[in-house]
């Protein structure tokens, strides 16, 4: 091989090495940026909260109760306190807790279309009455029909006028008591023994037996009282005992010396479990679907990563074959120059 085209195909060689050498370095920023798509999709995949299922003491409450008398307390909250009385008694808690009272209640009725009508005197019925559907009503009068009754009446009425104080039977009963021989007032029973009060009135007065009889159509209120159970909530400071294992066993109420033993009973608000059991259903199908899209994509790259390292390899083996060829033609040429230069010493 002569001297110029040993040169000619070093340099050849020489440019085709660069080549090797740049497109091995452009391999190696690939895998270097593939690395990172990795690390960024394991670092968010650790980030990821894994979801939990919910537990059912989550969702269970203990109630504590207890019983004054015959009368049945439920604590619906226990608040710690730190509050000192006036006689020196120290209560660590603040309680709310609902009872059942019994009440003696005022009850209005609303009869529509009652069909009121006045009766008049008879021989049978010297005084006349009125008639509300097919019921009689008779006129209020002290002590009629006997003593006792005439009281309950009075009870009655005086809780009507606590709870309706507007009515029209209220106002009635403040002007009986100023003047019970001019009483306004009529009773009747209803179809549930109920004795209902109702106001004579005037045609003009809204509300009362002579304003139905020309207004057929309106309705008309009539007043009974009843005693009720109510249930009330209650707030008091208190000191309570816990056993070892943290529940409470008494109770002692503000402004009471008696001790209460607190009975307790635990339930489970199994809509709001089944409702968090779905949510954990939800999400661990979204966490799992998520987890699959890292997998797949972190597949996808160290595919790509392969591709590029076998490629790399290639180049490795395309670069020292280069290289021994450059070897070899640099020999060539340094004997070429070798011999050049010992014919002109000769």
């Avoid at 306190?81 to 059942?100: F, L, P, Q």
């Avoid at 489970?268 to 259903?281: H, L, S």
């Avoid at 199908?285 to 392969?306: G, H, L, P, S």
Wanted: with cysteine; glycine share 4%; aromatic share 10%.
């Amino acid at each position: 091989m002569g001297m110029a085209a040993s040169q000619a195909r070093w340099i050849s060689l020489a440019a085709r090495k660069t080549n090797v050498e740049y497109e091995g370095q452009q391999i190696n920023q690939a895998r270097t940026a593939l690395s990172n798509q990795t690390s960024e999709l394991w670092n968010k995949l650790y980030h990821m909260e894994v979801p939990t299922p919910p537990s059912t003491t989550d969702f269970t409450k203990t109630t504590y109760a207890f019983d004054i008398g015959d009368s049945h307390k439920v604590i619906t909250d226990i608040q710690d306190a730190d509050y000192t009385d006036s006689d020196g008694i120290t209560y660590n808690k603040y309680v709310t807790y609902s009872s059942d009272v019994v009440e003696y209640t005022g009850i209005r009725a609303t009869n529509s279309n009652p069909q009121v009508q006045w009766v008049e005197p008879t021989s049978d019925n010297p005084t006349g009455y009125y008639m509300i559907g097919t019921k009689i009503a008779s006129q209020l009068k002290k002590n009629e029909p006997s003593e006792d009754e005439y009281e309950t009446y009075v009870a009655a009425l005086d809780r009507i006028a606590i709870d309706w104080p507007e009515s029209t039977v209220a106002k009635a009963w403040k002007a009986y008591k100023t003047d019970p021989d001019n009483s306004g007032i009529w009773l009747f029973k209803d179809n549930n023994n109920e004795m209902n009060f109702v106001v004579k009135g005037s045609q003009s007065e809204v509300d009362t037996l002579e304003y139905c009889i020309k207004n057929q159509s309106e309705a008309l209120h009539t007043y009974y009282a009843i005693n009720q159970t109510n249930k009330k909530t209650i707030s008091k400071y208190a000191v309570v005992e816990y056993d070892a294992s943290g529940r409470a066993i008494s109770i002692q109420l503000e402004k009471s010396s008696a001790v209460y033993q607190l009975s307790t009973t635990s339930s489970t608000d199994d809509d709001a479990y089944n409702d968090a059991m779905n949510q954990y259903y939800y999400n661990k199908q979204v966490y799992e679907k998520k987890v699959q899209d890292i997998n797949a994509k972190t597949e996808q790259i160290q595919t790509e990563d392969r591709t590029l390292e076998l490629r790399l390899k290639q180049l490795d083996t395309e670069q020292n074959a280069l290289q021994t060829e450059m070897d070899a033609v640099h020999k060539v040429i340094s004997k070429n120059i070798e011999g050049t230069f010992k014919t002109f010493n000769d």
